[in-house]
C-alpha cells in the first residue's frame, strides 16, 4: 500500500498505523475512522482485513479529496465522506458500524501555541473536545461495538471521563507506547466496548525501539514494532 500525503503541512506517521494495526475487525464487518486526514490509518485497516468495509471522515476538503485519491489508488477499498464530525451527513447518521477509530487532535490549545501552518494547525490543535469525539463514536456504533483511539499520555484522563460520561463504554484496555525501554510512555492506545461489561486493564507498555538511544542510520523499531510498521502485522494485545 502507498498513500500520498502533502509535502508542507500535516503527514500521517507511524500513530496512523498503530491505530489501524490495533483494531480487530473481521471480514464482512464495518469500521468508521473520525479526522482522517490523508486517510492512512483507514487505508492500512482495509489493507490488513480483505473484505472490511472502511469509511474515512474527513472535513478539509484537499485532505478529502487526498483521501479518494489514496483509496482510488488502492483498489476503492476506502469510503471517504467529507464533513465535520458533528455535522455528519444524515445518510452517515443512520449507519452503524463494528469499529470506530480516530486519532484526534493531540494538543490543547489553552495550554500551547498554534502552528502557524494552517493544516497542521487543523490537525493537531484541538477545536473539537475530546468527550464530542466519543460521543460520535457511540452513536455509531452498534451495541457491543469496539472504539480504538490513540492519544498523547497526558490527555488519558480525559479521554477515560469521556468514554464514562459519554457512550456507556466499559472495560477500557489501554496500551502505553513508549519510544524506548525504560522511558515514560508519550502515546497511548485505548479501546472499549459500546455497552462493555469487563474490567478496566492498564496493559505492559508497548516498547517502539530498540536501545538507550538511536545511534545510527535507518531505523531501530523493535520486533513488534517493525512487524507492524513494516509488515502489516496486527497489534494484537489489546484483543
Excluded at 464495518?30 to 480483505?50: K, Q
Excluded at 479518494?68 to 467529507?82: M, S
Excluded at 459500546?194 to 523493535?222: I, S
Aim: proline content about 7%; overall charge neutral.
Amino acid at each position: 500500500m502507498q498513500a500520498w500525503q502533502p509535502v508542507a503541512g500535516y503527514r500521517a506517521g507511524m500513530d496512523a498505523v498503530l491505530l489501524s494495526a490495533a483494531v480487530p475487525a473481521q471480514a464482512g464487518e464495518t469500521a468508521l475512522e473520525l479526522g482522517a486526514g490523508a486517510g492512512v490509518a483507514s487505508l492500512c485497516l482495509a489493507a490488513r482485513v480483505t473484505g472490511c468495509r472502511v469509511t474515512a471522515v474527513e472535513r478539509d476538503a484537499a485532505y478529502a479529496e487526498l483521501a479518494r485519491r489514496n483509496a482510488c489508488e488502492n483498489d476503492g477499498a476506502v469510503e471517504v465522506v467529507e464533513a465535520d464530525i458533528a455535522a455528519l451527513p444524515p445518510e452517515l447518521k443512520a449507519r452503524s458500524f463494528a469499529h470506530v477509530l480516530f486519532n484526534p487532535p493531540y494538543f490543547d490549545r489553552r495550554r500551547g501555541k498554534a502552528s502557524p501552518d494552517p493544516a497542521r494547525e487543523a490537525a493537531m490543535g484541538e477545536e473539537t473536545p475530546i468527550a464530542e469525539w466519543v460521543d460520535v463514536a457511540a452513536r455509531r456504533l452498534a451495541p457491543l461495538g469496539l472504539l480504538t483511539v490513540i492519544h498523547r499520555a497526558e490527555r488519558l484522563p480525559e479521554l477515560l471521563a469521556a468514554l464514562q460520561g459519554q457512550g456507556g463504554f466499559g472495560g477500557p484496555q489501554m496500551l502505553p507506547l513508549a519510544g524506548r525501554a525504560g522511558r515514560d510512555a508519550g502515546r497511548v492506545i485505548v479501546q472499549a466496548r459500546k455497552g462493555g461489561r469487563a474490567d478496566a486493564r492498564l496493559l505492559a507498555p508497548m516498547v517502539l525501539h530498540r536501545g538507550p538511544a538511536h545511534e545510527r542510520d535507518g531505523d531501530d523499531f523493535t520486533e513488534e514494532a517493525a512487524a507492524i510498521l513494516r509488515e502489516g502485522a496486527p497489534l494484537t494485545r489489546l484483543l
